[in-house]
């Protein structure tokens, strides 16, 4: 059982790259998300999913775009990257969107825009 | 918007100490989750709670609704705890997922031996 698979774990872009971060969860959880973690601030979430083919908007969302076609994948596009998006993204899953429940965490992606 | 403040933000005990980190929120919640982030980034969930208290080890969690606050205790704190927590609400009508989790800046604890 590998729990929350994210890959890669560094990258270094130039401005103006795209790129995709990979999520993946082998537990059937319903709910996944993507998280920003940057120095002094909280995590903050940039986008969340409900099930498959449901996506919405967190509190950071402009620059990324994502998708879930499958349960288990729920991948993060950079379109076109910018310094400001240099941080630490993390990806979670949780059981029910409706009754909450425990949290697991990817291992996170610590990314660099130059 | 929720907030969620935690204190101290950074800690420093001898190993052995009784710890204590505390989260206070400003809005109703659902659940109140604590998550572990060693050093080298990733985040564990160690408790969540919507009521009450948990004991997991030497690790406590208590909630007071009324007062929107919690507070996570480490008893006989050990080098091996050193690590930033994290405290993080499910604010009341995110049933859906409307809105995930609010965090709190984390608190980073240093245990000495």
């Known amino acids: 059982n590998a729990g929350v698979t994210q890959t890669p774990k560094f990258q270094v872009l130039k401005t103006g790259q795209s790129m995709t971060l990979q999520c993946a969860q082998d537990?059937?959880?319903?709910?996944m998300s993507w998280y920003r973690q940057d120095p002094g601030m909280g995590l903050r979430l940039i986008h969340y999913s409900v099930g498959a083919g449901i996506t919405d908007q967190g509190e950071v969302p402009n620059g990324y775009n994502v998708s879930r076609s499958t349960t288990e994948d729920f991948p993060l596009r950079l379109l076109s990257a910018a310094p400001s998006q240099t941080s630490v993204y993390f990806c979670?899953?949780?059981?029910?969107?409706?009754?909450?429940?425990?949290?697991?965490f990817g291992s996170g992606t610590r990314l660099t825009v130059v | 918007k929720n907030e969620v403040e935690q204190s101290p933000q950074n800690l420093t005990a001898q190993e052995g100490e009784f710890i204590t980190i505390n989260c206070s929120y400003s809005?109703?919640?659902?659940?109140l989750h604590w998550l572990q982030q060693h050093p080298g980034g990733g985040i564990v969930s160690l408790f969540m709670?919507?009521?009450g208290k948990k004991k997991h080890g030497r690790l406590i969690a208590t909630i007071n609704i009324q007062e929107k606050h919690s507070s996570l205790h480490i008893t006989a704190s050990h080098p091996r705890d050193s690590a930033v927590y994290i405290c993080a609400v499910r604010s009341i009508g995110s049933g859906g997922g409307a809105d995930g989790l609010t965090f709190g800046k984390g608190t980073h604890l240093i245990i000495q031996p």
């Open positions: 809005v109703g919640i659902s659940a």
């Open positions: 537990m059937n959880h319903e709910y």
């Open positions: 709670l919507s009521s």
């Open positions: 979670a899953s949780s059981y029910s969107a409706r009754q909450g429940g425990g949290y697991t």
